[in-house]
């Protein structure tokens, strides 16, 4: 009897530290990227995953148009968007809160 409870203690541990270790980060960090994509607004100053700067210029439902020169505008998805440049998400969120 005291085998089980042992094996059982330890499955409980593995599952915690799985939990903190794995499963809470990805959580954690697709609350962010969810934020960013719904906190977008014409005119940020956006870089994508291609490695391109650009300036947010229409925003639709699942795309961008982003302009990265005089004139010229890229359409891109919204989820090739890697960072917004001009401003923290995060620190405005805590100010609407």
């Known amino acids: 009897m005291q085998n089980y409870t042992t ?31 719904s906190s977008l607004r014409v005119r940020d100053k956006i870089l994508t995953s291609g490695g391109i700067y ?8 699942k795309t ?13 998805s919204r989820s090739g968007i890697v960072s917004v440049e001009n401003r923290d998400v995060t620190a405005e969120e805590g100010k609407e809160g």
Do not use: H, N, W
Request: proline share 2%; aromatic share 10%; net charge positive.
């Open 54 to 61: 650009g300036r947010i210029t229409k925003l639709k439902e």
């Open 64 to 76: 961008v148009m982003i302009e990265v020169a005089d004139k010229v505008e890229l359409e891109l």
């Open 7 to 37: 094996i059982i203690f330890y499955l409980v541990i593995l599952a915690a530290i799985c939990y903190f270790m794995i499963f809470r980060p990805q959580s954690k960090q697709r609350k962010e990227r969810e934020s960013l994509m």
